[in-house]
């Protein structure tokens, strides 16, 4: 298992703009294909974005043309850039393999986003 610790999340007001980090504790990004996960109150934990191995993205409906999902292999690093957000974004924001089962299952804590005037 790989460690993941997701940061920089926090209130936001709609219309703005958040980047979110996800640091791994290991060589994962250049072995699996990626993503972002939300899990919204009340709801089941949904994939918004993806990442493959050679780079290429694909989004969720609900988010195409707002969020970018990009990754820096030599940092261990994988990042959310999330523009136009709207009050619909608010959630818990996580990052793992795709599927999550390659990891083990393991999740780490999320960051928080909230997108409230």
């Known amino acids: 298992q790989v460690q993941l610790v997701e940061s920089g999340g926090g209130l936001v007001q709609p219309g703005g703009s958040l980047r979110l980090s996800c640091a791994a504790s290991?060589?994962?990004?250049?072995?699996?294909?990626m993503g972002w996960y939300r899990q919204a109150p009340g709801k089941q934990r949904e994939l918004v974005a993806r990442?493959?191995?050679?780079?290429?993205?694909s989004y969720a409906d609900s988010v195409k043309g707002r969020f970018t999902i990009s990754r820096d292999n030599a940092k261990n690093t994988m990042y959310l850039q999330m523009n136009s957000l709207k009050p619909e974004d608010t959630a818990v924001y996580y990052c793992?393999?795709?599927?999550?089962?390659?990891?083990?299952?393991?999740w780490g804590q999320g960051t928080q986003v909230t997108v409230s005037s």
């Open positions: 793992n393999t795709d599927p999550a089962s390659l990891n083990g299952g393991s």
């Open positions: 290991g060589s994962i990004f250049s072995i699996y294909a």
């Open positions: 990442i493959t191995r050679v780079g290429w993205t």
